[in-house]
């Protein structure tokens, strides 16, 4: 059959207007299924949290300082030098050791001269280990130290209620052998820090900007400037590394 001008002009549009018209019709089937497979995804991640491929950033330890164990040096004050696999407990306040599996506090604390862990420097001090911040003059030290917590308990109205003193969590240990324990459910890890300043063969106990300054009375104009310009916080580690370094250069 042949068609005129005019009827062959209208077969084109009809045959352009079925083919936009099935396209239109995939582009909704697949927009309908991303929809469905996104609520799905979304479903699954409120049911099922912890399935593979989802990262939890939390420290799954948090009686330790740092996420994880790592290859760390051991300096002796008799001169060697020890390499081992560590982490630092804050509640006991003892580097503990992996090796290979069994985890194993560093007995004689006072034979240790330093111990280096995750680029950071730490010295034994009445039994514990305090973070180096700076040294000069005026060197100054985190005592990262934590307690165990009674978690609260729900209450009426959203509120908490919880058991007065810290909790005692018992590890089980053999010599210097440490088997870890998970920690009940109803504990949590409670940070104490602590920061010292050690001048003129003292050390000096400070939680807070005030008493910090009243460590230093000649300084503390200069120190109360410094902290205000640069916006110092003395429970952020870095801001005190920079407290640290300035006041030894004052204080030549």
Same mark, same amino acid.
């Given at each position: 059959?042949?068609?005129?001008?005019?009827?062959?002009?209208?077969?084109?549009?009809?045959?352009?207007?079925? @083919?936009?018209?099935?396209?239109? +019709?995939?582009?909704?089937?697949?927009?309908?299924?991303?929809?469905?497979?996104?609520?799905?995804?979304?479903?699954?991640?409120?049911?099922?949290?912890?399935?593979?491929?989802?990262?939890? !950033?939390? *420290?799954?330890?948090? #009686?330790?300082?740092?996420?994880?164990?790592?290859?760390?040096?051991?300096?002796?004050?008799?001169?060697? #030098?020890?390499?081992?696999?560590?982490? /630092? *407990?804050?509640?006991?306040?003892?580097?503990?050791? +992996?090796?290979?599996?069994? /985890?194993?506090?560093?007995?004689?604390?006072?034979?240790?001269?330093?111990?280096?862990?995750?680029?950071?420097?730490?010295?034994?001090?009445?039994?514990?280990? /305090?973070?180096?911040?700076?040294?000069?003059?005026? !060197?100054?030290?985190? #005592?990262?130290?934590?307690?165990?917590?009674?978690?609260?308990?729900?209450?009426?109205?959203?509120? !908490?209620?919880?058991?007065?003193?810290?909790?005692?969590?018992?590890?089980?240990?053999?010599?210097?052998?440490?088997?870890?324990?998970?920690?009940?459910?109803?504990?949590?890890?409670?940070?104490?820090?602590?920061?010292?300043? @050690?001048?003129?063969?003292?050390?000096?106990?400070?939680? !807070?900007?005030?008493?910090?300054?009243?460590?230093?009375?000649?300084?503390?104009?200069?120190?109360?400037?410094?902290?205000?310009? *640069?916006?110092? +916080?003395?429970?952020?580690?870095?801001?005190?590394?920079?407290?640290?370094?300035?006041?030894?250069?004052?204080?030549?």
């Amino acid at each position: 059959m042949k068609f005129t001008g005019s009827n062959a002009s209208k077969q084109r549009q009809a045959k352009k207007f079925r @083919r936009k018209q099935k396209q239109n +019709d995939m582009k909704r089937k697949i927009g309908q299924k991303l929809v469905k497979g996104c609520c799905l995804s979304i479903i699954l991640c409120f049911l099922f949290p912890n399935l593979p491929g989802q990262t939890d !950033t939390s *420290n799954p330890f948090p #009686q330790f300082l740092f996420p994880g164990f790592t290859k760390s040096l051991v300096k002796m004050k008799d001169g060697r #030098q020890l390499t081992a696999t560590i982490n /630092y *407990n804050m509640v006991d306040e003892e580097m503990i050791f +992996d090796q290979k599996g069994v /985890y194993m506090a560093l007995d004689k604390p006072q034979e240790i001269d330093t111990v280096y862990l995750q680029n950071r420097k730490f010295v034994p001090v009445d039994g514990a280990f /305090y973070e180096v911040l700076t040294k000069g003059e005026i !060197t100054m030290f985190i #005592q990262h130290k934590s307690k165990y917590t009674q978690k609260g308990t729900p209450t009426a109205y959203g509120m !908490t209620t919880k058991t007065a003193g810290p909790t005692k969590v018992f590890s089980m240990r053999v010599g210097n052998q440490v088997r870890q324990v998970d920690l009940p459910d109803n504990v949590e890890v409670t940070p104490a820090t602590v920061y010292w300043a @050690r001048y003129n063969n003292g050390m000096n106990k400070f939680t !807070t900007e005030r008493q910090f300054l009243k460590l230093f009375p000649d300084l503390e104009e200069k120190l109360k400037g410094f902290i205000k310009t *640069n916006k110092i +916080d003395i429970k952020v580690r870095e801001d005190l590394i920079k407290l640290g370094n300035f006041c030894n250069e004052i204080i030549k």
